[in-house]
C-alpha cells in the first residue's frame, strides 16, 4: 500500500465450514472459470480475467453490478501454500485504473473429516473520498460472496 490519503478503514474476518473437501475449496479460489460463479456480491456477476495463484501471480477481476457498471479490482499473491494458505493484495480501481480501495486478503483451509473450514481476514484502507461508503459494505460483500462459494461447493 502506499502513502495515499487514508479515508478509513475496513476489517472483515469470516470463518465458514463448507461440507466439501480442501481440494475443492482451493479449487474454488485458484480456478478463474470457479471464481467467476461465486465471487462478488448477490445479483452481481464476475469475470476473472487473470489469476496466476503462485506466488508473484497477478490476479484481476471484474464484478459487473445489477445496475450496468463494472467493478474492477486487481492484486498480486504475496503468498500461496497449496492446498492451505492464499494471501494477496486486493485494490478496488476506478474506470481510470485509479485505486480506491488497497487491501490485503489471507484465506487459511484446513480440513477435517472431509469437511473445511476457511478463515478469510481481509483489511483495506480507502484512498478517496467516497471510501467510507465502499468500507461500509465490505462485510455484507464477502459474506455474500462465499455464500455463493458454499452454493456452488454443495453442487
Known sequence: ?????????????????????????????????????????????????????????????VMHGP????YPMKGVFLEVVAPSRLVFSNIALDQDGNHLLEGKTTVTLTEQGGKTTMTLKSHAVGRVPIAPQ??????AGWTQSIDKMEELLAR
Not at 12 to 32: G, K
Not at 134 to 139: C, D, T, V
Open 67 to 70: 445496475d450496468g457498471n463494472d
Open 134 to 139: 465502499m468500507l461500509a459494505g465490505m462485510n
Open 1 to 61: 500500500m502506499n502513502a495515499s490519503e487514508n479515508f478509513g478503514e475496513g476489517t472483515v474476518e469470516i470463518v465458514r465450514v463448507f461440507d466439501a473437501p480442501r481440494a475443492l475449496v482451493w479449487q474454488a479460489w485458484t480456478d478463474p472459470k470457479m471464481m467467476a460463479q461465486w465471487f462478488g456480491p448477490r445479483h452481481f456477476t464476475s469475470s476473472v480475467p487473470e489469476l496466476d495463484a503462485r506466488t508473484g501471480g497477478k490476479l484481476r477481476i
